[in-house]
């Protein structure tokens, strides 16, 4: 039998991002499996938001390495990852989103982020498709971008490879093997190969491979959306990207067309069982275009977007994202079990932390001090759940359907 160090399972972004934090720490004989070819899951599909501005602070310094972590790829790889530094913009317009925004602005300098505030004029320049009330309130994030998520999930692996980690592409990992209180290594579909520690970063699959070997994963896949309009002479990508918390929006360049995205009221699920095996040409039963979505989420975004009434739609993107009753992540070992750890859970963020949760992992598996309190994301913080009932599944799709932040 092989016998690795660690195994990796996902060649998404997080296993990606775990592959390179783990190799440029020192720790060698490192195998990452993917059951198609990398990126191949959702992170190809994301909108690539690296919003900074969190209202949990513990999240800030987690999307800062993330930043960091990008200048450290294109030195290994030399090539750039060609982030789109445009900046990120917050328009609140009733009194609950404008103190939300007020706290926010003050987390994020309190974080020692650069905050401006605009005046609605000098927004309405900076994004001339958007109209704005004259007392909105707006808060201007001049270090944020956003960046293509297949870029930077290869962009990791690429980087991995270099410093040494194995990438084997069209392997699935059929199962976890457990030896009583231990993990010893992974089935595949042809082997069998022994690894001191697997770290599951499966995705929306990492559930099904832990509930296998009796671990509950504190999350469900839940949908996420968005549509790019055809080209138009007010859309440019020098233009910042914007989040709307009013219309429970957001969107950003995407070359010279818009790219929106709305959080509907009740997000759509799929039940761990039900997953396919990968997301080409996978359909939603319920809403499966987002037309539903889009005449729900289109009368509010129209007050700022008012050229949603006629500007034709060219594509619409979906896909799934873990999440988690409390907006937190699902990472690191689960108790009283050796040579497991989760890297999963994202609530829609995986992108932006990918280099934080990646420095987390790397500090648990090599025994240093965690530069975060993990804490907040531990597997077992809500005691033994049943991620495979409906009644758990809708809690997580109703923490969805509350985000309003990037
Ligand atoms: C429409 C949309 C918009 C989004 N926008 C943003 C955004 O703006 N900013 C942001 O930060 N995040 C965003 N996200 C969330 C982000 O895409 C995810 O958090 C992130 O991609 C999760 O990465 P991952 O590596 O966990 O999963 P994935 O990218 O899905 O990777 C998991 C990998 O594991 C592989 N795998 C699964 N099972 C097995 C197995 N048994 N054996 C071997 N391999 C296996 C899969 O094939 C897959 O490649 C968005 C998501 C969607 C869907």
Redesign the pocket.
């Known amino acids: 039998m092989k016998s690795y160090d660690v195994v990796i399972?996902?060649?998404?972004?997080?296993?990606?991002a775990i592959a390179f934090y783990l190799a440029k720490r020192g720790v060698e004989n490192i195998l990452l499996?993917?059951?198609?070819s990398?990126?191949?899951?959702?992170?190809?599909?994301?909108?690539?938001?690296?919003?900074r501005g969190r209202f949990k602070p513990a999240l800030i310094p987690m999307v800062l390495e993330t930043y960091q972590a990008i200048h450290e790829v294109e030195a290994v790889t030399g090539r750039s990852l060609h982030v789109h530094r445009t900046g990120c913009m917050y328009a609140a317009v009733s009194p609950e989103h404008q103190k939300n925004l007020r706290e926010l602005a003050a987390i994020s300098t309190d974080n020692g982020l650069k905050v401006e505030w605009l005046d609605t004029t000098t927004a309405s320049h900076l994004l001339p498709w958007m109209r704005l009330p004259r007392d909105t309130s707006v808060v201007f994030m001049p270090e944020d971008g956003?960046v293509d998520?297949y870029t930077l999930?290869s962009g990791y692996i690429k980087a991995a490879h270099t410093l040494g980690v194995q990438v084997r592409e069209n392997?699935?990992?059929?199962a976890i093997i457990r030896r009583g209180d231990q993990i010893i290594g992974v089935k595949?579909d042809n082997e069998e190969i022994h690894a001191n520690i697997v770290i599951d970063?499966?995705?929306?699959?990492?559930g099904?491979?832990a509930h296998e070997i009796g671990i509950g994963l504190p999350m469900a896949p839940i949908?996420?959306?968005?549509w790019i309009t055809e080209p138009h002479a007010l859309f440019s990508p020098e233009q910042p990207f914007v989040i709307l918390p009013d219309a429970r929006a957001?969107a950003r360049p995407e070359t010279n067309r818009l790219l929106f995205?709305f959080r509907e009221r009740e997000s759509a699920s799929v039940h761990p069982f039900d997953l396919p095996?990968?997301?080409n040409g996978f359909t939603f039963k319920k809403d499966s275009q987002g037309w539903e979505t889009l005449m729900e989420g289109a009368p509010d975004m129209s007050l700022y977007f008012p050229l949603i009434e006629q500007i034709q739609i060219s594509s619409y993107?979906?896909?799934?994202?873990?999440y988690t009753p409390d907006g937190n992540f699902v990472l690191g070992e689960y108790p009283g079990l050796r040579g497991f750890i989760a890297?999963?859970g994202?609530?829609?963020?995986?992108?932006?932390?990918?280099g934080g949760i990646a420095r987390l992992i790397t500090d648990l598996v090599t025994g240093q001090p965690p530069y975060v309190d993990p804490a907040p994301h531990q597997i077992d913080r809500f005691g033994k759940v049943d991620p495979m009932s409906y009644e758990f599944i809708q809690s997580c799709a109703d923490a969805r359907a509350g985000k309003v932040t990037?």
Do not use: Q
Request: with cysteine.
């Open positions: 399972i996902g060649g998404g972004v997080l296993g990606g499996l993917e059951r198609n990398i990126a191949h899951g959702n992170s190809s599909l994301a909108a690539g938001l690296l919003t956003y998520g999930t392997t699935v990992v059929t595949t970063a499966a995705g929306v699959w990492a099904l491979l949908r996420s959306h968005y957001y995205g095996d990968s997301m993107v979906r896909g799934l994202s873990n890297a999963t994202c609530a829609g963020a995986g992108i932006a932390m990918s990037g």
